[in-house]
Each structure stands twice: as structure tokens, then as C-alpha cells.
């Protein structure tokens, strides 16, 4: 493989990778985040509004707050559980992390890179190994969903 070559999958494939899987684990990573807080929130005000039994301080219309905080909860938890932010999050960010450290050893000449005569096809195997296996991992956490829908 010639230099050019390698210099354009790097540019139009590799750091497109990372960027992709960097964007998509800093954004699961932060819905996550959001929606667990919430989660927290919600949950421990329910138990507070009951107590304070706000129908008998403030009148008829406030009586529901607590059911609608337990609503919340619940929805909030079925979206964690059905969308799975975190476990997104964290596929993301480890493939991200594999991809990058294979640059670092094929920049170092460290790992099977030392001792290969073709650098260059080593590593845009070893990338693509890493991006078939993700989306492998992708398409059978699609097919879970598909089938708990049925």
C-alpha cells in the first residue's frame, strides 16, 4: 500500500470513526447522566409529597402531584432500561479508546507492528476487525429490540 493510500483511509475512514463513536459516546453519556438525575429526583421527591399530603394543605388540584412524580419515575426507568444510554455509552467509548490505541502502538511500532513487513495493512485490518466486531454488537442488540417489540 502505497502512502497516499493509507493517508486517505486514515483521513476519510479512521479519524471519521473516532469522531463518530466520540460523539455518540459524549452524547449517550450525557442523556444518560440527564435522565438518571432526573431519575434520582423524582424518585425521592415522590416519597416527600406523600408525606406532606399537599391535597389537605393546598386544595383538590395538588392531591396529584405525588402520582404524577411516580409516573415520572416509572417512565424515566423504562426509558433507561428500553433505550440502554449507558451500556451505548460505554460500547462507544471502548470501541472509540481500541480504535485510538491501535494508532498509538502502530505509531510506536509496538504490539504486531514490530514485527510486520506491511505496517499499514496491519492496521487498517486490525481497524476494520475492531469496527466489524462494534457493528456486530450493534446489530444484535437490534434484533433484542426487535424481538421484545413482537
Partial sequence: MDQQNFDDYLKNRYWDQINYYEVKAERNQRIYRRLQWALIIFAALTPALIEFNL???LGE???HIATLTSVIVV???AAL???KYQENWINFRTTCEALKKEKYLYDAELSDYQQSDDRQAQFIDRIEALLSRENTLWLSVQKKK???KK
Fill in 81 to 83: 432500561k428500553t433505550f
Fill in 146 to 148: 426487535e424481538e421484545i
Fill in 61 to 63: 388540584g395538588f392531591g
Fill in 55 to 57: 391535597k389537605s394543605l
Fill in 75 to 77: 417512565i424515566l426507568t
